[in-house]
């Protein structure tokens, strides 16, 4: 079947704008999960939905990262007054509903969208 | 705060030999511990979970270890072949968000 998908793969945009960053899960799975991977640095968690819970936002850097998931499907992650150092791929991953713990669940990755601000 | 050590940036390693890559945590004890492959411009693959009431768990050529007293896993590839060549990422976790070590670079040379 089809795996996460994310649009777009690449975004190149200037220093202020605002930016949309888009993931599609995988049919069935309610959570989801978006992380930012700088070069040469590890997955850095940003924010969590699982179905009709208040999602877990504890990793968005400022308040000028938000994001919100429609229908307990797709997920928007939006970026206001983008700043150079914003420049990274972003993953989004969605799994099965984990159970007692968040890391119970095998997380599917999208192959990200990478990010650039000029 | 949490932290994930993994034993080194980059492995190199002969084809056919074994590659043996070393997680380790602190400052928190993850009911749960699951092992990622990444290669350049895609996004992690699973691998493994291993929960802490196990000791080891196996898929194919691949092995991996969880001790919690040493709060180490090991994650074993038997018979390497070029095409293991990828970055391997550890995540230790418990309830709270998977928490991802940086990864090791595993060049398998034929």
């Known amino acids: 079947g089809a795996g996460v998908s994310q649009s777009p793969s690449n975004k190149v945009t200037e220093k202020g704008k605002d930016v949309e960053l888009r993931c599609d899960p995988i049919?069935?799975?309610?959570?989801l999960y978006w992380y930012r991977q700088s070069l040469g640095q590890g997955l850095e968690f940003l924010i969590y939905?699982?179905?009709?819970?208040?999602?877990?936002k504890s990793g968005l850097p400022s308040d000028r990262f938000s994001a919100e998931r429609t229908g307990g499907s797709v997920s928007t992650l939006t970026i206001q007054r983008t700043q150079q150092e914003d420049s990274a791929v972003y993953l989004c991953?969605?799994?099965?509903?984990?159970?007692?713990?968040?890391?119970?669940?095998?997380?599917?990755f999208g192959d990200g969208t990478r990010l650039s601000i000029l | 705060s949490q932290k994930i050590e993994q034993n080194s940036e980059a492995l190199n390693i002969q084809e056919g030999k074994t590659a043996t890559l070393t997680c380790n945590y602190t400052?928190?004890?993850?009911?749960?511990l699951q092992w990622y492959r990444q290669d350049p411009g895609r996004g992690p693959v699973f691998l493994l979970l291993i929960r802490e009431n196990e000791k080891e768990k196996r898929k194919e050529r691949l092995k991996v270890t969880f001790d919690t007293t040493l709060k180490q896993s090991l994650f074993h590839i038997t018979a390497s072949q070029p095409a293991d060549s990828a970055t391997y990422l550890c995540a230790p976790s418990g309830n709270t968000p998977l928490v991802f070590g940086k990864g090791t670079r595993l060049s398998v040379i034929a």
């Open positions: 991953a969605s799994s099965l509903a984990p159970g007692q713990g968040r890391g119970n669940q095998p997380q599917h």
């Open positions: 400052n928190y004890s993850p009911a749960y």
């Open positions: 049919s069935g799975h309610t959570a």
């Open positions: 939905f699982q179905g009709n819970s208040a999602p877990d």
